[in-house]
Each structure stands twice: as C-alpha cells, then as structure tokens.
C-alpha cells in the first residue's frame, strides 16, 4: 500500500486507506508533498512503516547532506597507519595488523586502542594519541587523496542547492589542509572536526554542530558514512543515514543499525537526491 501526504505545520498528515494511517513524519516545510512506503498487515492492523523507528525517508525532504571522511570521500589510509605504526612504537605496544587498524578507521583514538589492544588505561590512551597527532601533523595532509568522483559528487549536491559539510572524527586542520591543498574548500559550508566538539561519533555532537552551522533541522538533512559508527552518530542526531561500502565495513556490519540506503560508492548518491 502506498500512502501519500501532505506537510502541514511541519508534520504529514497521511491519507488514510482501508487499513488506517501512516505514522506522521515531522520537521519538514508546510504543504510540502511527501511519499511513505508502507505495508499492510494481513491482520487488518494500521499500516506499519518499514523502519520501525520511522517512516522511509522521502529524500525530496533533505535540505543538507552531511559527509563522513575518511572512506566516505576520501581515503588517507596510509598516512593513518603511518601514525598508528609510531604511536605503537612510541608507548611500547606490538603493531597490529594493518587489516584490523583499516577497520578502526573512523573511530576516536582510545576507541581503537581499546578495539585493537584491549586498552583501558586513560593515561595510556593520552599518550598513545599524543603520539598519533605529532605523526599526523608530518604526514595525514599529504597522504590523503579523494575517492573517485567524490568532488564532482559535493558538486552535484551543491548544485542542487543542498548544503553540504563535513562531520569526521579527524583534526579540523587536517581537513581543511585537504581542502586548502586542492582548493576546493568553498565546497563545503561547514567543516566538523574531532576537536570542534565535546564528544566524538558515536555522540552525534559532530552533526549537531554541522547542522547549526547551515541552518538546518535534524529531519531535513541526510548523513552519509562508511563505518557503524557514523550510523550510530546519525541515529542519534535523529538524521537520516546512507552507508557507503568503500570503506572495510561490509553490509552485515550495520545490520543492527538504522540504514535508509546502501551505495556501493559516493557517486551514487546524487541519484537519491531531487535535482542533483
């Protein structure tokens, strides 16, 4: 059964069928027409949306789109194993395997140590991510390149008239020594770093703050990321999630998370959003 509505008030009031009623979705522009897949129970229930949690996204709605980092646009992989590589070295831990450091990419630091080491120790952990950050200062910029067609995808998003950001657990200053280094920071509105808020992903701090900087609501804007992590954060802030697969991540991993859509890389995205 397919229901449509219409937004009044910043809410949509779906049209009924023999079944019942769609649950309403919030926080969109009034008389703005939504769709919502939904399905009608063999019992003669109301309708049940998809995603128990919510209705199916209507991706007409998204107002901003929210980019994770590393793996999502680009990949700075062996720069980060470079420092994790030093700071192993630096507080006296065995290195890792290389595979297992590329699955913690995304995540804070002391995360990953707890992940790869089963470290606990804060005092540690400060001293293992001092560590990274003094390599990073030396190698993170000019390690990192963008995944394929990842700035002609913000430029199709842009185009469309989304506002675009950047949420990463990485440094801002090594972020926008990205963008400085290929001149391409006027693609984005605001750029989020670990160290701009107060808590790291899976806090959804990091879109919060991206979304006060453009201006706008939790339920208009789109986040998207390769790790679990991310889903976690945009869960949280009440944003809508896609998963990109070009990262170690697979399907299975988000299984327990809320995933509006799976794209097997960036430049599918435009696909999903009206006009881009």
């Keep these: 059964m397919l229901a449509q509505g219409v937004l009044l008030g910043g809410e949509v009031e779906v049209h009924r069928g023999a079944g019942g009623s769609v649950p309403r979705r919030w926080g ?119 995944l394929g067609r990842a700035l002609e ?31 391409v920071a006027a693609l984005f509105d605001a750029v989020i770093g670990a160290d701009d808020v107060p808590a790291p992903k899976p806090a959804p701090d990091a879109l919060l703050a991206a979304l006060a900087r453009v201006g706008v609501v939790a339920e208009r804007a789109l986040y998207v990321g390769d790790h679990p992590v991310d889903a976690q954060a945009a869960q949280r802030a009440d944003v809508s999630f896609v998963a990109v697969l070009t990262g170690p991540s697979q399907r299975a991993d988000f299984e327990v998370h809320r995933v509006e859509r799976f794209l097997a890389s960036i430049e599918e995205l435009p696909a999903l959003l009206p006009g881009a």
């Design 28 to 146: 969109a522009d009034r008389n703005e027409t939504c769709s919502i897949i939904a399905e009608r129970p063999a019992s003669g229930n109301p309708p049940r949306a998809w995603r128990p949690e919510r209705p199916t996204p209507t991706f007409r709605c998204v107002r901003a789109v929210l980019f994770d980092f590393d793996f999502t646009l680009a990949d700075s992989s062996s720069g980060i194993l470079a420092c994790f590589a030093h700071a192993f070295a630096r507080v006296g831990l065995p290195a890792a395997d290389p595979q297992h450091v590329r699955r913690t990419i995304g995540l804070a630091l002391p995360e990953a140590l707890r992940r790869l080491h089963g470290v606990d120790d804060a005092a540690l952990a400060q001293a293992f991510t001092d560590a990274f950050r003094e390599r990073a200062e030396h190698v993170m910029v000019a390690s990192t390149r963008w």
């Design 153 to 183: 995808t913000v430029e199709a998003c842009r185009a469309a008239g989304f506002a675009t950001a950047i949420c990463s657990t990485k440094r801002r200053s090594h972020l926008e020594g990205v963008l400085a280094r290929d001149g």
